[in-house]
């Protein structure tokens, strides 16, 4: 039964979280793809630069909701049904499990041939659903770095890195904190070219107030 019901959460959450927030509003709002702008990737920040701020806020509506629903309804299955460790454990390990699929699937969505998201904002919102302390940590650690410095993909890392770490600092058991390792990976291997980019200082930063020209 535990078994079939990890298959199940993993498989759920793969799917829903190809949807992709920034494909799915430049096609609605826009009638283009995304990908064929910026740097090509589907995700919130190559959004940004393409269009600016005004649909922004549907992009992060459907990117939090597909990774929300994976997380909350990982944890209420595995804390429900599942035959292992203390009811904080498995819930635990339910959300990691929800989120981490989710994120997956939002990096290689087989319906958009495998081409995804870096899955900055699906990290986000496993964090801050997954525990408010580790989504202090992580989240405020990134908006402190690209506030300092810029750029996104710096702070991205940051907390893809804080992620795990914070879970043993919370003292979580040892699967969660794995599964944690895993999310935090997948942000970090989603970056390699952002990496290559920042280690020659080719890396562009993002600019918090768009030029008039650009507005008009």
Known sequence: MTFLLFIAIALGSYFLGGLNGALITSRLVYRQDIRNHGSGNPGLT????????????????????????????GGSLLESYAAFGTVEERVA?????????????HAYPCLDKFRGGKCVLAGGTVALFLDWRVALIVLGAFFLVVLLTRYVSLG??????????????????????????????????????????????EERKIRFRRKRSEDT
């Open 46 to 73: 190559n959004f940004y630069r393409t269009y600016g701020g005004q649909a922004i806020f549907l992009v992060i509506l459907i990117d939090i909701l597909k990774t929300a629903i994976p997380v909350v309804v």
């Open 93 to 105: 390990i339910g959300r990691v499990w929800g989120g981490l699929f989710a994120m997956l699937g």
């Open 156 to 201: 991205s890392l940051t907390s893809a890195v804080l992620f795990p770490v914070s879970f043993i600092f919370l003292g979580y058991n040892i699967w969660a904190i794995l599964l944690a390792a895993l999310c935090g990976a997948l942000i970090v291997y989603r970056h390699t070219e952002n990496i290559e980019r920042l280690l020659r200082r």
